[in-house]
């Protein structure tokens, strides 16, 4: 099955530095590649997603880029701020699967 | 607009004693039905799965059990409760994978 690998497991960055996650997956028949942020105490929320037909999304600070070849996929938050303070996952599906299989996870904090 | 309820927010039981935490979905129909458990701190683990009415797919084994008695009915359930059990509980919903998951608001187990 697939299998996702997420890091790093903690990044901390200052307010409007940069941060960026990366994720490998291992099923070259994965199609869609979602990332979700987690509040703690909440519900994890779609943010972005892109699709293996497109190598790179953006909507506003968020950014995600896919190399099909080499098998991941980034995320990438602009100028941060503080409420970009969450726990991020990235996820895979595996071709016409109805499974998302998601990585470990990455403790985002972005300090004054 | 679709919309998912989860229920209990919060569970504080103690072990040995059963469980029951329902899902159900609106204004969708046929949709994909997810149980994930997350420890404190931790990443999402799918626990069962569901592409129809009786069709219960089981990711780990373990002293839980997953059933869907109607269309939008999702229900957790076990006869008797370990401390592993504690965590928090996500019901997540989607019509495709390509399409993302969406969560419910969680429940917070805590088996005591």
């Known amino acids: 099955g697939e299998n996702v690998e997420q890091h790093p497991s903690t990044l901390s960055v200052q307010e409007g530095d940069s941060a960026v996650i990366k994720c490998t997956y291992s099923?070259?028949?994965?199609?869609?590649f979602p990332w979700y942020k987690q509040e703690l105490g909440k519900r994890p929320q779609l943010i972005i997603d892109?699709?293996?037909?497109?190598g790179e999304k953006k909507d506003q600070r968020i950014a995600v880029t896919l190399n099909k070849t080499a098998k991941h996929f980034s995320l990438h938050i602009t100028e941060t701020q503080p409420e970009d303070s969450a726990v991020y996952f990235c996820?895979?599906?595996?071709?016409?699967?109805?499974?998302?299989?998601f990585g470990t996870g990455t403790r985002l904090q972005v300090t004054l | 607009s679709q919309t998912i309820h989860q229920w209990p927010a919060t569970l504080v039981q103690p072990v040995g004693s059963p469980l029951s935490l329902e899902c159900t979905v609106e204004?969708?129909?046929?949709?994909?039905l997810y149980w994930y458990r997350q420890a404190a701190g931790r990443g999402l683990q799918l626990l069962f799965y569901?592409?129809?009415?009786?069709?219960i797919s089981s990711e780990v084994p373990q002293n839980l059990s997953a059933s869907r008695p109607q269309d939008r009915q999702f229900i957790l359930s076990s006869k008797k409760l370990l401390l592993s059990d504690s965590g928090f509980y996500l019901c997540?919903?989607?019509?495709?994978?390509?399409?993302?998951?969406?969560f419910g608001s969680g429940t917070r187990l805590t088996v005591v």
């Open positions: 997540a919903w989607s019509v495709w994978a390509e399409h993302g998951y969406t």
């Open positions: 099923d070259s028949a994965s199609n869609y």
């Open positions: 892109i699709r293996s037909n497109v």
């Open positions: 996820a895979a599906s595996p071709g016409t699967a109805s499974k998302l299989t």
């Open positions: 204004g969708t129909s046929n949709p994909n």
């Open positions: 569901s592409v129809g009415i009786g069709q």
